[in-house]
Each structure stands twice: as C-alpha cells, then as structure tokens.
C-alpha cells in the first residue's frame, strides 16, 4: 500500500503500520513518526510538535489514560476540547483502540443525548453535572503528553471514530465517520492524487478534527509528512497572517471561511499571499465564489463533497471548476453517487444518495448528475459552521 510517487522505504512503513495497528489513524501516526520523524508535524494555537514527538505525546496520554481514569475497561472516549489537547487525545484513544467521539466543546450540551453514559469524557472548563462517567481536562492531557509510554503494548481492537451530527429536523446521531477503515485509506489516497499534497507542504486547515474535512486533512498530513497548521475558530485576517507567517502552500476552508478571507483583503486592499492550491469542502460551492478565487490566485481551487457517514465521495479539480463552476466534481475511486429514483449512473435532479467507506445514505441535499458531474443544487443540510 502506497501513495502514487510514495518511496518503496516509505510505502514499506505504512504497510508495516497498518500489519500493526490496522487501517487506523494509529497506523498513519506510527508511520509518520517513523519516516517523518523531526520533521515539523502539528501546529494548534502556537503549540507545535513534531511528527516524532506527536507519536511519543500520543503514547504518553495513552498510557495514563488506561491506568487512570480508565481504569483499564474498555469504555468510549468523547473529546469535547480545543486546541492541542483535541489532536493528542484523537491519537491516544485510537492507540488503545476505543471508540472516540470528537465533537465541539460549544454543543457538548446540545449532543449530549448521543454522549454514551459510561464515556470518559475529556472536555475544556469543567465537566458538565449531567455527565456520570469519569472525566478528564484538557489541561490534564496535555501534562500527560510527557510522560513515557513507550512500553505500552498492542491492541487487537480496532478504534472506530464517531462523528455525531445534526439533521434539519434536529435529530442528532452518530456515524462511524469514513476517514478511516480500508476505503478511508482509499479515499486519502484519491484526495492526494488530485489535491497533489507533499511533504514539503504546509497544509492550513480552518476545520477542526471533529468535522470530516479537518479529521481527512489531519490524516493526509500524517500520510504524506506535510505540515498541518490547525486554525479553527480564527478570524479571516488571523487567517491570513498564519498564511504569510507560515509559508502555508496549501489552504482547506469552507465556502464562508474562504469568503471572509477574500472579504478581509479587499477591505484592507492587501496583495494575496501566495497559494499553490485551495481546497473547498464543507458547504455548498456556488459559481460566484469560484470566479472570485480564481481572480485572486488563479486556477489552483479544488471542491470536495462528501457526508459524516462516507467520508469524501466526489472532488472537482481546478480544470473542471474552471469550465464547470459550483460543481461538486467527478466521483472518487470506489465511492459512488446518485439521485433517488434514478437507476445507475443517468443523468438527473433530485435528492442525493451517496456510497462511500462505511455506508449508503439518502442524503438531504438536491443534486444535479450530469456528464458524471455532482453539482448540490439545494443544499438542505446544515452548513459548516466551524466558525
């Protein structure tokens, strides 16, 4: 297994990993820590790490985690932090193999009916009085980042991550989200043919690792050995500072992120830092705002689509948003789409179903299917709002 260009020393290691600990974001963090190692990792908030050391926090908080508070019983993690605390967290409780929910510290009490009763929860401020099961601070993870837990041993389990979300109605459920699993892998590996990330990247991502899009970017980073620099919750000029500071060559936001930005250069009448591409994911891509983006950088835009439950199932690259604005984009390799009603592949309008790593859905946005392009018509779901 191996992305198109990858090293056979390096495709060797994540077959290696992946022999190890399954087709897991544990074996992508064990491979980037072999082959990666000192290499600039992760940057959230000011904290950076290298891939190395990411791997050494990870297996450090793993290992306090199981004796205390765990108590070594195999219960559900739900991450409800910000900041480094999230991305170490993710990696510690995929290393013991549990279940993780990551979700926003700011609906923590909205989800909190799809918040397991026994789940070790590892939030930001204090814990909420309706939770009963044990709880840890974020503060508390990042002390335990440096402790030594080079000595814990395998697991046979395999972390599955679960992603609650929220329907029009207001149903909220959770999903195995599609960012891992063999098809995760396969999808990775379809983003990276298209998006074209390398390790000489620096990759600033505006979603956090509880939305798909940011849990996707942070896996390529481990894949690939780019730099990932986490800007969540950031406003667009802070945004576009870290681009500058940072050298970023590589920027993934939503619709309404991306609009801010170009709002905050027309206001302050500043030149746009340099980009070699842009990736679009998250909400519904319309025509205006591709022709902005491209006035402003060029041709360099790529839109991705895609739901909790499938992970990315469609991406438009820059040659076909250049004749076909707003379109979502052709389908990835072993993901498949369609219109409800319609038979195979034709041509049609309607509501969308999709086919990605875990799951067929019925999804709640109108779509267009044309020449095998995907273009989101009325977008019923609810938008990105990472924000």
Do not use: N
């Amino acid at each position: 297994m191996g992305l198109r260009g990858m090293p056979p020393t390096h495709a060797r290691s994540l077959w290696k990993s992946v022999r190890a600990y399954g087709f897991t974001i544990t074996a992508l963090a064990r491979h980037a820590a072999r082959v990666h190692g000192d290499r600039l990792g992760l940057v959230v908030d000011g904290w950076s790490t290298t891939f190395r050391d990411l791997w050494r926090s990870a297996e450090g908080v793993a290992a306090v985690l199981y004796v205390e508070p765990l108590e070594r019983k195999r219960l559900p993690v739900v991450l409800a932090c910000a900041g480094p605390a999230m991305e170490v967290a993710l990696l510690a409780v995929a290393r013991l193999g549990l279940d993780v929910m990551p979700m926003s510290p700011r609906l923590l009490d909205d989800f909190r009916r799809a918040v397991p009763g026994d789940a070790l929860l590892i939030h930001d401020g204090d814990a909420p009085e309706w939770h009963r099961g044990p709880a840890a601070s974020a503060d508390q993870i990042m002390s335990w980042a440096s402790t030594d837990g080079s000595g814990l041993g395998r697991t046979r389990h395999r972390a599955r991550i679960v992603l609650p979300s929220k329907t029009v109605a207001g149903t909220i459920t959770p999903h195995v989200q599609g960012a891992m699993g063999v098809q995760g892998l396969r999808q990775l590996a379809g983003l990276h043919d298209r998006l074209g990330i390398v390790g000489t990247d620096v990759v600033l991502a505006c979603a956090p690792p509880h939305r798909g899009q940011g849990l996707q970017m942070l896996g390529m980073s481990l894949l690939t050995g780019a730099t990932l620099v986490s800007a969540a919750h950031t406003s667009p000029a802070d945004r576009i500072r870290i681009v500058r500071e940072r050298f970023v060559s590589v920027l993934s936001a939503s619709p309404l992120q991306l609009r801010g930005i170009l709002d905050e250069l027309e206001r302050a009448g500043a030149e746009a830092p340099r980009l070699r591409r842009i990736m679009v994911a998250g909400d519904e891509l319309d025509a205006d705002l591709v022709r902005r983006l491209h006035a402003t950088w060029g041709p360099i835009v790529l839109s991705a689509y895609g739901s909790v439950q499938t992970g990315t199932v469609a991406v438009a690259t820059p040659e076909v948003l250049a004749s076909h604005p707003g379109t979502a984009g052709l389908r990835l390799p072993g993901s498949d789409f369609g219109v409800v009603g319609h038979a195979g592949r034709s041509d049609a309008t309607g509501l969308l179903w999709v086919r990605g790593a875990h799951a067929t859905v019925i999804t709640e946005d109108q779509a267009r299917i044309e020449d095998a392009r995907l273009t989101i018509v009325g977008a019923l779901s609810q938008p990105d709002t990472a924000d």
